[in-house]
């Protein structure tokens, strides 16, 4: 599970044909070939990328933008070749083989959804990882804490709505869901409870009709969540 | 005329009150900002503080344009990603305890800042009939072009945007008219509806100079690949083959 590019790449439109076909089980992964021009065109500009057995989604976003250097994530959130190249040149990574065979599972999480499609967007397993390190760094550690190879609850609720994106929400959501000690997201943070990252999705909403959300500080808005949120916001203090 | 009624206190500013652009200013993207109908400031306190809030693709950015007392004319852009952001004037509470309150604010809008496959194609109901659509490219200017679809279909505008057989089967070949015409040109526009198809065009094959000024071949050649990669890009037939029932 480790290797280098010299530089990143985008797959051609044959290429990205062909990793389709990969990934949806019709043709053999053997079958693109990385190195081939037929396939890939250089990403100019960019460095080497250093693959290894990324523990993290964060590491693995870190390494992408390393190599990225001053190109902008956000800008290329449309470039659709060069996230699909990344998730085959991470294919072990993101779908490790597990007994003979790699568990692909829902489209978006390996084919990039249209930046703007508000549903599907955040699912990709490198693009979402990517765009959040690059944009709010260790702030959004809650949401890229856990393996590449997985897309945890928490992200897809506390990405699925576009105000979600400013840095003093990520510092909120973090102080109430992420546990510094062990470096992982809080126990119970996972759930579709009371004061879980969904029902802070809906009580977001709600306060954005009164105050201007991207105005508070993190310490603010934690002030103005209901009591159900005491819990994670206790184990906070209590740490 | 219709009115929103909101239970928060917050009141409903109009957009056209307020003019915003972007521009770019010795290489810094920078929100341009005036107020067209002062009086819609009216009774709010003066160290209500005017932002605008940007959004597009999970990027949001908050401009600052003074207070209601002192206004301002630009801020500087830092994330310069932004090509048509959802843009909305909100007046904040700069008040004690209350301090970050809304008390007021527009419905968003969209900003255009350079073509997005949405906006470099206007969508447009009209009596087509007995054609089910007709293309309109205009010769130059601001105006995109317009793919005219048959008024009798309901909401036929948003249909002819999501219907798979439909994009499948016309979306290419409006694609390769428009081309044909851009390609027609001498060089490569630098303003225009033309300028934003061909920054499209760009971020489909990266790299892949318009052939502007070569052979009929070339230019037939190079819409060919656009049109592929415009079909892969959005998954085309496979998605009118899943409306199918899959591949067999």
Known sequence: MSGEFSNLYRFTAEGLQLFNRVMTGQVAESALNLSSPKYVIPFEGTSKLIISDFATAKEMAQAICASLGSESPQALAGDIELWSWLTFALIDCLFPVVEGHRKIKELHRWYPAAPNDWQKAQRHLVRMPTLLYYAFGDDAEHLICGKPSVGPEIREQLTAQQDMFSANFMQASRILYFDEKKSAVKYGASSKGAGTPRRLGKVRQQLDVTWDMTDLSPERILELLPQEFDRFKLEESLS | ?248
């Not at chain 2, 652009?21 to 209500?48: A, H, M, Q, T, Y």
């Not at chain 2, 940007?54 to 003074?66: I, P, Q």
């Not at chain 2, 949405?118 to 054609?131: C, E, K």
């Open chain 2, 1 to 248: 005329m219709r009115r929103n009624i909101r239970l928060t206190g917050r009141k409903q500013l109009a957009k056209s009150a307020f003019g915003l652009s972007l521009s770019e200013n010795d290489g810094k993207l920078v929100g341009l900002f005036s107020i067209i109908v002062p009086n819609e400031l009216d009774g709010f306190p003066s160290e209500s503080e005017i932002r605008v809030k940007l959004v597009e693709n999970k990027l949001v950015e908050v401009l600052r344009f003074g207070t209601v007392a002192s206004p301002i004319s630009s801020a500087e852009i830092k994330e310069k990603s932004f090509r048509a952001p959802s843009c909305e004037v909100r007046l904040v509470c700069r008040d004690g305890a209350a301090s970050g309150k809304l008390l007021g604010s527009t419905n968003a809008w969209t900003l255009r800042n350079g073509g997005d496959s949405d906006g470099i194609l206007l969508f447009q109901p009209s009596n087509t009939a007995p054609r089910l659509w007709k293309l309109d490219i205009p010769d130059s200017g601001d105006v995109q072009p317009i793919l005219y679809v048959d008024e009798r279909i309901p909401d036929a505008a948003l249909w002819a945007k999501s219907d798979p057989l439909f994009a499948a089967c016309v979306l290419p070949h409006v694609v390769g008219e428009i081309m044909r015409k851009v390609l027609s040109l001498p060089g490569s526009p630098e303003d225009g509806w033309e300028f934003d198809w061909i920054t499209w065009a760009y971020t489909l094959m990266p790299g892949k100079k318009p052939p502007f000024g070569g052979l009929d071949e070339e230019k037939v050649r190079w819409i060919d690949d656009l049109i592929s990669s415009f079909a892969n890009r959005h998954n085309l037939a496979d998605r009118v083959l899943a409306t199918m029932g899959g591949v067999r």
